[in-house]
């Protein structure tokens, strides 16, 4: 059975069928391709172009296939082209002549457009989901960094170089910032990783706007030119949770802004993700030292025993450019299209799902991963040195009345100073501060790197209570 053999003589070559049908990738629209025939048959029966009783054969038929589909009892047979022509045929099988009726004012050229973004408008709340996962992993880790009460008695953590101690009560986490990969000024951890959250925000925040887009009935446009029948089509798009109708059945049938768009969206947040891997990488490295991963979310090598492989981050790390790859190809296919429909766009759907399938694989595993780091607060508070204070030792000079270009350039001698006599900054004599600028004996409260933190208390800031806000922001929103 096909839908459209009537004027030919020949059956298509076993070769060009092969390539022609779409079955394989578009029966994931089964039931959606369902619900809307479902939905079509109710318009064309108010348009009178079905008897009651040939409305009502074709709605029992049809929740008969859709609860094959459901249950996994559905056979598809050689002869289904793609989704459509499967729904059809077994269709036929079941309730026998009224099936033909349902084809009535409709084309596949809506019909799969209308199936595709039933889709999506059920997959787009799936991913949603799975971001917020990972959103909460994120606020978990950022909340556990902290301030909250030690374990250990007062003062008897481990001692840091410019004073306090872990274990204390009230001491957030700190970690070195790094700007060029260079360690540039001490912020907290806790800001570090809700740095993660605010970028996976914008991809739920686009994801959430895609839906308007999404939410357009393209049913009634015909194969390009519309339905000769009087559809209601406001109706018919209320049924399926459409937000409104197409203006333009040309446009209807060819567009697939939305399917670009959201492997836009699924491309950025993959980027997000792969900068967020990079960086968990790197800080599991005995070089930083700053997290260690779960075995849970580890692999080991086949040859050398002494390995911990974050391989997780590192298919996440990959499956980004698989993801950037799928949006290229699909703005190629479509750049060049010349008329309403082609057969090029049979190329949109294979991309969409597998960018949906590789995102939803990605998303719940790395939320379960971060959520099992162990961090290394020892390790990332001494790689914190007097140097990143650098930026606060102008400021005190700022502070004093020295403009600021004046000041950085103090700043940068005393750096040179303690450089070229292989000292700390904070080691150098007050002979050697005020040799080089106005400095005086309180310039050593500068080498504290929570007080450097603790100034940085603007709106988005990584002061502690800076960051507290933020917290509260997102679990108010």
Known sequence: MTLWGGRFSQKLDDLAWALNASLPVDQRMALQDVEGSLAWADAIHKAGILSDEE??????????????????????LPSDEDIHTAVERRLSELIDAAAGKLHTGRSRNDQVATDFRLWMLQAIPEL???????????????????PHPSPLPQGEGTPFPFGGRVGDEGEPIIMPGYTHLQRAQPILLAHWWLSHYWALKRDVERLQDLIKRVSVLPFGSGALAGAPFALDRDALAKSLGFDEVSQNSLDAVSDRDFAAEYLFVCSMAAVHLSKLAEQVVLYTSAEFGFFELSDAFSTGSSLMPQKKNPDVFELTRGKAGTLIGLLTGLMSTLKGLPSTYDKDLQEDKAPVFQATDTLLSILPVMAAALRTITVKPERMRAAIDSTMMATDLADYLVAKGVP?????????????????????MEELPLEAYQAIGPFEADVYQVFDPLESINKRNTVGGTSLQSVKNQIQKIKGE
């Open 128 to 146: 949603h989901s799975a971001f917020n996962n990972l959103q909460s992993a994120l606020v978990e880790q950022a909340e556990a960094a902290l």
């Open 404 to 424: 600021f270009r004046e000041a950085h350039s103090l700043a940068g001698k005393v750096v040179r100073a303690a450089e070229e006599g292989k000292v700390r």
């Open 55 to 76: 409305h009502a054969s074709i709605s029992l038929g049809l929740d008969t296939v859709h609860k094959e589909f459901s249950t996994g009892q559905f056979i598809f």
